[in-house]
């Protein structure tokens, strides 16, 4: 398995895990405990949507891992219920240097899209805060 990188504690309590950091691309692994369902007992859509922003800033990620990136906007089409072990993949489309845009796709264990996003993630350079020693984002400079 993999690390992302950096310590997110969102991701580490939904339990990601990291499979896939490479060329443009992702891959995720998640499945939903029962405190991250909705009342139709199949994983709730902000769990989904977490599961496919992680995956399209990974992806924007794999080819400047000691950049962060923060998401600016995320479109999502939920196609029918995530069920059971999750799969999801992310593929940067494009970028520049101080943009990326990606797509990111949710799989159940029988290979059926359950759920599609697209978005556009910032760059950003981690710099450590001084006095404090935690990461903080600061805005990549495209001079």
């Known amino acids: 398995m993999l690390k992302f990188g950096a310590e997110i504690p969102f991701v580490s309590h939904l339990g990601f895990t990291l499979h896939r950091m490479d060329g443009g691309h992702s891959e ?3 499945e939903a ?7 139709f007992a ?8 977490t599961l496919l922003d992680v ?3 990974t992806a924007a990620r794999s080819d400047t891992p000691d950049f962060g990136v923060v998401t600016i906007e ?4 939920f196609m029918q219920p995530a069920r059971g072990p999750l799969v999801a993949k992310g593929r940067l489309l494009h970028r520049t240097a101080s943009m990326a845009f990606v797509e990111g796709t ?8 359950c759920s599609h996003s697209t978005g556009t993630f ?5 710099r450590a805060e001084e006095g404090a020693g935690v990461a903080a984002p600061a805005v ?4």
């Open 55 to 57: 995956a399209m800033a």
């Open 106 to 113: 949710v799989v159940d264990a029988e290979g059926r899209l």
């Open 140 to 143: 990549l400079s495209t001079d």
């Open 74 to 77: 995320m479109k999502t089409t």
């Open 28 to 30: 995720l692994h998640y």
């Open 33 to 39: 405990q029962p405190q991250h369902l909705n009342s």
């Open 42 to 49: 199949v994983t709730h859509g902000g769990a989904s949507m």
């Open 122 to 126: 910032k760059y950003v350079r981690r």
